[in-house]
């Protein structure tokens, strides 16, 4: 992306910004700005596809379809350039009438996105919950943000295995089945329940056990209790169960007990409330 001083005009002064400034500005862009971009001058013209950071928001569309057509040709433009972070926000009418319902639709740029060795992924979605498959794996992936996704035994598996340096996992609204979150590598882990009720159905309390674990954010976890087996390294917890979280529990619930065994813990906060306040 090296440029002369012959191809900049007088009054071009973003593009004498170094390389590494540009490719922060366009980071900061939707994909859809920085495709733009290349109306700007000759030079620009393919400035968007290095970007290191691509942000894909279906608001900026009219409709389900015109985001698709876009994204695919995004993807077959970019080639194989790396990527540092990789977002997609899939939200259009609230009656579903177009929206994303099946992870198949999604999966293809999720591939491209680990293909390229990018370091976070989101999938922010909003409509009918999707479920991963496929293959998911990646050397590269540090950060993974989901939203509105079913996570069950097998797809937590997949994740933790097939992402080997996994430090920080964030499950925003999704409808938690699977009742074991083990892990040598995660730092970080957000996890929170769907406002509505899917459909009622009990479930086996969730054992975490995460070593190296330092911070730990739950909410909303209805009518389950997590059992704590080693997480000795947090360093900050909140936690929010409803009142029913203990009745029937078949594991040691041992919230308090595991937590007083952390040895660098700066914050807790732990609140139980009754269900549907």
């Known amino acids: 992306m090296s440029r002369s001083n012959g191809r900049l005009g007088a009054g071009d002064r973003i593009s004498a910004l170094p390389d590494e400034l540009i490719h922060n500005v366009m980071s900061c862009l939707t994909a859809q700005e920085a495709v733009q971009t290349c109306v700007l001058a000759r030079w620009w013209q393919n400035v968007w596809a290095s970007a290191r950071c691509l942000n894909l928001d279906s608001a900026r569309f ?59 992924l989101g999938i922010v979605h909003d409509g009918d919950m999707l479920t991963i498959r496929g293959t998911f794996a990646s050397s590269h992936l540090k950060r993974l943000h989901l939203c509105y996704f ?55 309390d969730l054992s975490i056990d995460m070593p190296k674990l330092v911070s730990l954010y739950i909410k909303d976890f209805r009518d389950r209790a997590p059992h704590l087996v080693d997480v000795s390294s947090l360093q900050s917890a909140s936690i929010y169960l409803n009142c029913f979280a203990f009745e029937g529990s078949d594991s040691d619930t041992n919230v308090l007990r595991a937590l007083s065994n952390a040895t660098s813990l700066e914050s807790l906060s732990l609140t139980l409330h009754d269900r549907g306040i």
């Open 150 to 204: 079913y996570i069950d035994n097998r797809t937590v598996e997949m994740l933790f295995c097939g992402c080997p340096v996994l430090e920080e996992l964030e499950l925003i609204n999704c409808f938690v089945t699977a009742t074991t979150f083990s892990s040598t590598t995660l730092k970080r882990s957000t996890v929170t329940f769907p406002d509505r009720e899917l459909y009622n159905e009990d479930f086996q």
């Open 62 to 120: 009219t409709g389900l379809q015109r985001f698709k057509k876009f994204v695919d040709s995004l993807i077959v433009h970019r080639g194989c350039t790396p990527l540092d972070a990789f977002w997609v926000r899939t939200a259009f009418d609230n009656s579903g009438l177009d929206n994303f319902t099946d992870y198949a639709e999604i999966h293809p740029w999720v591939c491209h996105a680990l293909r390229s060795h990018a370091q976070v």
